[in-house]
């Protein structure tokens, strides 16, 4: 089970930090990733990280803005968001993929809602 949160109001320009909290184990071969859901826009990508050596990869408009990085010891995946833009407006969801890279992601987050405002 994957606890996401962090959330929140924040202008344009400032900063967010997104946690991603699993209830059970994740295995070394696990992907945790984040994506978004803006209103009236269909799901998207935003970044990926692997659980056992880390490697990252992003979305190109998050690219430089973005980091997610892992914390093993407390099963969390973070992502730090800097220079938020408007457009970054969305509810964020982390999820679980059983392989790296991941062909599908098996388990999902509640969703955290992130405003940013001009």
């Known amino acids: 089970q994957l606890q996401a949160s962090g959330g929140g109001l924040v202008q344009a320009g400032g900063s967010l930090r997104l946690s991603c909290a699993a209830s059970?184990?994740?295995?070394?071969?696990?992907?945790v990733g984040w994506f978004r859901q803006a209103p009236g826009k269909e799901r998207e990508f935003v970044a990926r990280?692997?659980?056992?050596?880390?490697?990252?990869y992003y979305a190109n408009y998050v690219k430089g803005r973005f980091t997610i990085s892992r914390d093993g010891a407390k099963n969390t995946v973070y992502l730090q968001m800097n220079s938020l833009k408007p457009e970054d407006t969305a509810v964020y969801y982390c999820?679980?993929?059983?392989?790296?890279?991941?062909?599908?992601?098996?388990?999902w987050g509640q969703g955290t809602l992130v405003t940013v405002s001009s």
């Open positions: 999820a679980a993929a059983r392989t790296t890279p991941p062909g599908e992601y098996n388990y």
């Open positions: 059970g184990r994740i295995f070394n071969t696990y992907s």
């Open positions: 990280i692997s659980w056992s050596i880390g490697s990252t």
